[in-house]
């Protein structure tokens, strides 16, 4: 059985940081695009991150997170990171991870078919 567990979430002031970690297990992780998504309440999921190694690490980001976020995988633990800096009200959501169908690390929901039960991300002002 897939299982993806996130972790890390909780309430920041904003400005502040979070680590969310996502652990896979029951199903090939390596090989896999791993990636992040965010849902606000009355808002549709949106894409927040992707990584994969393919010679050479590739990582894609939402514009609204480049250069504040960082996704970043270690594959002999099964998991997948996200490290949010900065970070705004905007923010606040429901952060979930999911693994890809293939290799490329995607950034439509419907390219991932495992996803985990997630994580609240509340960032007051």
């Known amino acids: 059985q897939v299982q993806l567990v996130e972790s890390g979430g909780g309430l920041v002031q904003a400005g502040g940081s979070l680590r969310l970690s996502c652990v896979a297990s029951?199903?090939?992780?390596?090989?896999?695009?791993m990636g992040w998504f965010r849902q606000a309440p009355g808002k549709e999921r949106e894409f927040v991150a992707a990584?994969?190694?393919?010679?050479?690490?590739?990582?894609r980001y939402a514009d609204s997170v480049k250069g504040r976020f960082t996704i970043s995988r270690d594959n002999a633990k099964n998991t997948v990171y996200l490290q949010m800096n900065s970070l705004k009200p905007e923010d606040t959501a429901v952060y979930y991870c999911?693994?890809?169908?293939?290799?490329?690390?995607?950034?439509?929901?419907?390219?991932?078919?495992?996803w985990g039960q997630g994580t609240q991300v509340t960032v007051s002002s």
């Open positions: 029951g199903a090939p992780f390596s090989s896999y695009g």
């Open positions: 990584i994969n190694w393919s010679a050479g690490w590739t990582s």
């Open positions: 999911a693994r890809g169908k293939t290799i490329v690390p995607a950034t439509s929901s419907y390219e991932y078919d495992y």
